[in-house]
């Protein structure tokens, strides 16, 4: 009697995989995010006033919405920071940020149009964590993200032991 059970809940499973249910679609993404996107970020170095505007930032990113359901809200690209705004010309020892940090992400774009995703980088600086939360918007409708804006946090930590800072707001919007 058990090996019938079985083989009608795995029928019936079968069946509702197949049948296209139409909750299934509601957790497609509202876009395709891949593409590059330029744009800045404004910032602060944690107990740091001072404010850091117009840093230059680029976003890359690869997305297939109509990949099976367990791909189909993956993101994965490329995020590079600029310091040049913060930054002197040549780094000096109580200055561990680069001229420029790029770091390998990936992340999920969520059926509201919100992405969260994030990556490591490492280097002579140390180690540095990078996470981006923001929303997209297709602003054409043509199902292509134009932009993406939101927050992000940054963090190095430094060999010397110490751990940097910065978090604020970003901006980028779709090159053509």
């Given at each position: 009697m058990r090996p019938t059970r079985g083989r009608f809940l795995w029928a019936c499973a079968l069946g509702v995989a197949l049948s296209g249910c139409p909750w299934l679609e509601d957790l497609r993404?509202?876009?395709?995010?891949?593409?590059?996107?330029?744009?800045?970020?404004?910032?602060?170095?944690?107990?740091?006033e001072q404010a850091l505007v117009e840093c230059v930032m680029a976003v890359g990113l690869a997305h297939d919405p109509d990949a099976g359901l367990?791909?189909?809200?993956?993101?994965?690209?490329?995020?590079?920071f600029t310091f040049w705004c913060a930054a002197p010309e040549e780094p000096t020892a109580d200055t561990p940020w680069p001229r420029e940090?790029?770091?390998?992400?990936?992340?999920?774009?969520?059926p509201g149009g919100r992405l969260t995703f994030g990556g490591?980088?490492?280097?002579?600086f140390g180690e540095a964590h990078l996470h981006l939360d923001g929303d997209g918007e297709d602003v054409n409708g043509d199902g292509a993200m134009d932009g993406l804006f939101g927050e992000f946090c940054l963090r190095v930590d430094v060999p010397d032991g110490t751990r940097e800072s910065v978090s604020g707001t970003f901006g980028v919007i779709h090159l053509e």
């Open positions: 993404a509202p876009f395709n995010a891949s593409g590059w996107f330029d744009g800045s970020w404004d910032g602060a170095r944690a107990g740091d367990g791909r189909r809200r993956h993101v994965e690209g490329t995020a590079r940090l790029e770091f390998d992400v990936d992340g999920v774009v969520w490591a980088a490492s280097g002579e």
